[in-house]
């Protein structure tokens, strides 16, 4: 365990959260479309 494991951003990491967000986004998008 190293402060560097918290402090450093990892890829794959910004990765998930990029494509959560965009997910996110998505579905309120079609929620104030009134898709569903």
Do not use: Q
């Amino acid at each position: 365990w190293t402060p560097d494991y918290w402090l450093v951003p990892d890829s794959s990491a910004l990765d998930r959260w990029s494509l959560l967000l965009h997910e996110m986004a998505g579905y309120f998008v079609y929620k104030a479309a009134g898709y569903c």
